[in-house]
């Protein structure tokens, strides 16, 4: 595990997503976004290996997904301590409502294995507590970074311009299949196929850029320093340019959660592809068993 800025150290889990743990000013242990429930014993090795004896005192949660709150639940029992989530994220973190349906019309790959799944998994932690607008690092800003859900959170330290981003962006290209299969280093948009609200995307992409971060640690994807991409300025064209070329359910059509916990859907677009990409996801899986196989 590396100690990606002071203090702040990045496990890759086993299913692909980035748990950070996190010393704050106040010299307290915090984890982010620990990852999904097959990787609770993997990060909690980890988090064991750099803390000892010592316990973090919370779990933060950047949005409810499961590939990155799955742990969550388990590991805080084990340590006895809170699960937090933002107030607009509670009603799926606790389980009140699932997540709307995954876009199979989106760009990539992602779409195409989209088609295994309905919606996303959520957490379905109703113990999580929830965050107002002060944020429990100290040291850290919360910001609010809507989009890919409608409670979606990051963390920004002004001291050396490091931002943990959960899903708000990534740096892998999910509209790319070789850049996303070699995780090629790049600041990219958040996953395609869950992300419920483009509008706002560009709105927390805009608020990304003006915090002028010097290092970009997403959910998905290899930490990005600024002197390797220049991180506002690519956030900046994301934000400008980035969306604008986007097609699918949710780019015109934004998923919102109402007040009274539903959400407002229009009804898909035509999905021209069909079960085509499902077949070819599965062709795809059949051929590299046999070569495996073949070659074994
Ligand atoms: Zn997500």
Redesign the pocket.
């Known amino acids: 595990m590396a100690e990606a800025a002071q203090g702040v150290h990045c496990i890759a889990t086993p299913a692909g997503t980035n748990a950070v743990l996190i010393l704050d000013d106040a010299q307290t242990w915090w984890l982010l976004d620990p990852g999904c429930a097959m990787d609770t014993w993997v990060v909690h090795k980890a988090v064991c290996s750099v803390l000892g004896d010592v316990k973090p005192t919370g779990i933060i949660l950047s ?1 409810g ?1 499961g ?2 709150a799955g742990a969550a639940g388990e590991l805080a029992a084990e340590w006895g301590c809170p699960v937090y989530c933002s107030a607009a994220e509670a009603p799926m973190v606790h389980g009140v409502i699932s997540y709307p349906p995954v876009d199979t019309t989106c760009h990539g790959i992602a779409s195409a294995t989209a088609r295994f799944r309905k919606e ?1 998994q959520a957490a379905a932690l109703p113990d999580a507590v929830t965050l107002d607008s002060d944020c429990p690092m100290q040291g850290w800003e919360l910001l609010a970074l809507p989009g ?2 409608p409670g979606s959170i990051g963390f920004f330290r002004a001291v050396d311009g490091v931002l943990l981003a ?2 708000a962006l990534s740096t892998i290209d999910w509209d790319q299949m070789i850049p996303m299969w070699r995780q090629t280093k790049q600041l990219r948009m ?2 395609n196929i ?1 992300t419920l609200d483009w509008v706002a995307v560009r709105r927390s992409l805009r608020l990304i850029a003006s915090r002028m971060p010097k290092m970009v640690i997403p ?1 998905h994807g290899h930490p990005l320093l600024e002197c390797e991409k220049g991180v506002p300025d690519e956030a900046s064209h994301l934000a400008e340019v980035g969306i604008v070329s986007r097609k699918g359910r949710y780019v015109a059509d934004p998923a919102v959660l109402r007040s009274d916990n539903t959400w407002q859907l229009y009804d898909p677009i035509p999905d021209p592809a069909g079960n085509i990409g499902k077949w070819m996801v599965l062709a795809g899986i059949a051929v590299y068993l046999f070569l495996i196989i073949r070659l074994w």
Request: glycine letters at 8%; charged letters at 15%.
């Open positions: 949005h997904h590939h990155v996303p890919h859900t959960g899903d958040p996953p869950d959910a």
